[in-house]
């Protein structure tokens, strides 16, 4: 894919939701995309892979696509030991990974943000995942997560303004972690694209089918029509 690299343009702040690897070309090619997440569950979904074997096999390629931008891949234990041998697996897998461990457990269990400590300290670079409040994604960043990723769509779902949670964030962040990244995920609407950006979010991951919405306006599509018919009757069509 390198002919498509421009060091000159700027890195687009969208990650890309998916695990399908065309999808993934599409928007490479266009250089919209600099970043792809993914984990086991998107995998099955899009049957891309049924055990870990094929789970790592496709990884791998989408890896190897993506490359030299991060693909997030996800930690699927929830033992401390198990989760830290799982993300240094994963790592080691292609020098472009992320590794994703949420911020705590099911039951509340904090020893995620001490799994994630020692794996920043032994050089993984970390994804923490399931943020729901500003102050969550601060605890991450000062564990060791290189991005931390609030969910902002399921913010809003419980009524809060996720742009709001995404400023607070922001100012946490700059104040006492500013090489942390900020991720918003679980986006829903393509108005939240735009919105979370102007809220101080580095980067948001987006799914393929909310990625055609923004991208595609009826108004476009006719303007460019109206384009293309005068320019036939120019030519005497």
């Not at 992320?98 to 943000?113: D, I, N, R, S, T």
Request: net charge neutral; with cysteine.
């Amino acid at each position: 894919m390198a002919e498509v690299r421009n060091k000159n343009k700027p890195i687009s702040p969208l990650f890309i939701d998916t695990s399908d690897p065309e999808v993934i070309e599409t928007f490479l090619k266009m250089g919209v995309i600099s970043g792809v997440t993914t984990n086991p569950t998107i995998m099955f979904k899009e049957k891309f892979a049924t055990n870990e074997v094929e789970v790592k096999k496709h990884s791998l390629r989408l890896a190897k696509l993506i490359d030299p931008f991060p693909i997030s891949l996800e930690v699927t234990s929830n033992d401390p030991k198990e989760m830290i041998s799982q993300a240094k697996e994963l790592a080691g897998w292609a020098r472009n990974v992320v590794v994703k461990v949420p911020v705590h457990g099911p039951a509340g269990e904090l020893y995620y943000l001490e799994v994630i400590n020692k794996l920043a300290v032994a050089g993984v670079k970390i994804n923490c995942t399931a943020i729901m409040s500003p102050i969550q994604g601060l605890m991450a960043a000062l564990a060791g997560a290189t991005y931390v990723s609030l969910f902002g769509g399921r913010v809003a779902n419980i009524g809060h303004d996720a742009s709001f949670e995404f400023r607070k964030l922001r100012d946490l962040l700059d104040l006492h972690a500013p090489e942390a990244k900020i991720i918003a995920a679980s986006s829903r609407e393509a108005y939240n694209i735009t919105e979370w950006l102007l809220a101080g979010c580095d980067i948001i991951t987006v799914v393929p089918d909310l990625m055609k919405v923004f991208l595609i306006h009826p108004y476009t599509k006719e303007t460019v029509q109206m384009f293309l018919d005068d320019g036939a009757k120019l030519k005497g069509k």
